[in-house]
């Protein structure tokens, strides 16, 4: 399974970014796929995670900001991130965990926030 993340950068505080993780064969391979974030010190985090049933999990931190949602057709996950703040900063992974419970990672895409 590959996953390509793209979408990360610099934005201010109070912008928007919208990541993307494409991921190789079907979408309906795997149960669920998602985002994890990790800044520089700290464990890696639950951002948000969507099932193959769409049903979606947000970390407590997100408060209604970001958005994770998929495209089928594409093979793709999204998360819409809005009102980003200095604190979102970390790198941003793609993950996806198939019907036999493994897991598998992009290789992260950073995401800077600006005070």
């Known amino acids: 399974v590959q996953l390509v993340e793209s979408g990360g950068g610099l934005v201010q505080t109070g912008g928007s970014l919208r990541l993307s993780c494409a991921a190789s064969g079907s979408i309906f391979s795997f149960s669920r796929m998602g985002w994890y974030r990790q800044a520089p010190g700290k464990q890696r985090e639950l951002v948000a995670t969507?099932?193959?049933?769409?049903?979606?999990n947000y970390g407590d931190f997100v408060k209604g900001r970001f958005t994770i949602s998929r495209d089928n057709a594409k093979n793709t996950v999204y998360l819409q991130m809005n009102s980003l703040k200095p604190e979102d900063t970390a790198v941003y992974y793609c993950?996806?965990?198939?019907?036999?419970?493994?897991?598998?990672w992009g290789q992260g895409t950073q995401v800077t926030v600006s005070s």
């Open positions: 993950n996806t965990r198939d019907w036999g419970s493994n897991d598998y």
């Open positions: 969507i099932t193959h049933a769409s049903t979606t």
